[in-house]
């Protein structure tokens, strides 16, 4: 916190105009990267400058704090931003060569909506392909959540699977025998190449909750989803995951039975099973 009006100031001198002016002239300032500081920026300098009077206070060292005259700036840094139908295939088009990793790890992540951290400690051993259910241990609570799988995340994660060679990791570095550490770099190339601007990874898990809606989810299931997703345990998944699969249940042609993959199918010997 560069306070350069205040340079020289004694605790007395340092009035609610002064502070008024540093907070006008820090949000009226140009980073170097040509931006200016968020409101929530400005909002903890304030902060910090305050709880430094109310401190000078309770040792007598001045008697009253400037920044309690202060308001703070309102605060709106949400941003909403998602994988628009038209970049996608302009994205997938260019993960292939040596950026081919990248094709599966943004599948799974869209169709998912894990979160990276999550998501690149994986291991085979939480991935239930007869339920069709991720089980995936959040890398915050320590609990497991549990995270319906699609058909193109089914399809995705069985290839991997074939190639996996006994590795306990699904998503792999093939040049460290390890599990990614790190993907900013790779994917930000990769939206640079394809001409996609200001999409960061977290973006992803923003397009999950948008599809949902797109098919029609009703907003009860969408919004018990997406809190399974931020917070809540394996225990508590029941009603949304049910919710979600309603929506997966297609009837087979030949029993009229209702399955959700072509799994239970095959076990059950129907004509119409194809593998």
């Known amino acids: ?26 949000r009226e300032a140009l980073m170097e990267n040509g931006r200016t500081r968020k409101p929530s920026t400005i909002n903890r300098e ?26 703070w700036l309102p605060e709106n840094n949400k941003r909403v931003r998602y994988l628009l139908n038209d970049e996608e295939p302009k994205l997938f088009g260019i993960l292939n060569g040596r950026r081919k990793h990248l094709r599966s790890l943004v599948t799974v992540a869209i169709g998912t909506g ?60 093939p040049k460290t025998k390890k599990p990614y550490t790190n993907l900013k770099k790779a994917f930000g190339t990769a939206c640079r190449i394809a001409g996609i601007r200001d999409l960061h990874w977290h973006d992803l898990r923003h397009t999950f909750g948008t599809r949902l809606a797109e098919a029609g989810c ?31 249940l297609r009837p087979c042609v030949c029993c009229g039975k209702m399955f959700a993959t072509n799994l239970p199918q095959q076990q059950n010997g129907c004509q119409s099973w194809q593998p």
């Open 114 to 173: 894990m979160r990276r951290g999550d998501q690149l400690n994986l291991r085979w051993e939480k991935v239930d392909f007869q339920r069709d259910v991720i089980y995936v241990p959040n890398s915050k609570t320590g609990k497991d959540y549990g995270v319906p799988m699609n058909a193109d995340v089914r399809n995705t994660l069985l290839v991997l699977r074939s190639e996996a060679n006994g590795c306990d990791y699904v998503f792999i570095n």
């Open 218 to 248: 009703s907003e009860a299931t969408i919004a018990s989803l997406w809190d399974i997703l931020i917070r809540k345990p394996l225990g508590d998944i029941h009603t949304p995951q049910t919710a979600l699969n309603e929506r997966l």
């Open 46 to 71: 304030l902060g910090i400058l305050s709880k430094i009077f109310s401190l000078a206070i309770k040792y007598g060292i001045t008697h009253s704090n400037p920044c309690r005259d202060i308001p």
């Open 1 to 26: 916190m560069k306070a350069y009006v205040f340079k020289g100031k004694s605790f007395a001198e340092i009035s609610p105009l002064l502070v008024e002016k540093y907070k006008k002239e820090r």
